[in-house]
T-cell receptor
Framework: EPEVTQTPSHQVTQMGQEVILRCVPI?????FYWYRQILGQKVEFLVS????????KSEIFDDQFSVERPDGSNFTLKIRSTKLEDSAMYFC????????????FGEGSRLTVL | AQKVTQAQTEISVVEKEDVTLDCVYE???????LFWYKQPPSGELVFLIR??????QNEISGRYSWNFQKSTSSFNFTITASQVVDSAVYFC???????????FGKGTRLSVIA
């Protein structure tokens, strides 16, 4: 069964460092998303991406964040200068249809900022 | 504005008991989609069900059943004869049509004790 894959599964970084989280969405899906879950809290929307541009972003997704689809398969989330409060599980998701379909989530990338 | 409320933060049941997880949502749209996701201790988000706003039929899948009632804006989830493997955090979520973000509730942590 097709799945969304994410790497790395866990990354530890020092405050102020740049981090790139990678995702390979399901191959025929057109809509891509990043969500964040701070430990023990709810899953929060960061950004959606379609047709090589951001469709929507939340207020969490500030100038420190960026997304890219560099090669037609990977979908990356970059955090330019990490802060302690960026420590969270980051989930990538993709969906086939606009709005109607379920989001298929990857297994998440746990980011720990020290 | 969209909002999903899961009033039960934690529930603990003994194996083989039935348990219902509550979900109440708020939306002004007439077309929307409701979801349940399971997050086991390993951390991934597992899709369980999607319901659109025009389909109020209840659904049963094995030991899982869902009760969608537009009159009370609720989409409750019942696990019959619970098992230890059902222990997880369960999230209810809402999405409008169009490429809009999925909005999650805060989740209900279910512990099934042997």
């Amino acid at each position: 069964e097709p799945e969304v894959t994410q790497t790395p599964s866990h990354q530890v970084t020092q405050m102020g460092q740049e981090v790139i989280l990678r995702c390979v969405p399901i191959s025929n899906h057109l809509y891509f998303y990043w969500y964040r879950q701070i430990l023990g809290q709810k899953v929060e929307f960061l950004v959606s991406f379609y047709n090589n541009e951001i469709s929507e972003k939340s207020e969490i997704f500030d100038d420190q964040f960026s997304v890219e689809r560099p090669d037609g398969s990977n979908f990356t989330l970059k955090i330019r200068s990490t802060k302690l409060e960026d420590s969270a599980m980051y989930f990538c998701a993709s969906s086939e249809f606009k709005g109607t379909g379920e989001l298929f989530f990857g297994e998440g990338s746990r980011l720990t900022v020290l | 504005a969209q909002k999903v409320t899961q009033a039960q933060t934690e529930i603990s049941v003994v194996e083989k008991e039935d348990v219902t997880l509550d979900c109440v949502y708020e939306t002004r749209d007439t077309t929307y989609y409701l979801f349940w996701y399971k997050q086991p201790p390993s951390g991934e988000l597992v899709f369980l069900i999607r319901r659109n706003s025009f389909d109020e039929q209840n659904e049963i899948s094995g030991r899982y059943s869902w009760n969608f009632q537009k009159s009370t804006s609720s989409f409750n989830f019942t696990i019959t004869a619970s098992q230890v493997v059902d222990s997880a955090v369960y999230f209810c979520a809402l999405r409008h049509s169009g490429n809009t973000p999925l909005v999650f509730g805060k989740g209900t942590r279910l512990s099934v004790i042997a």
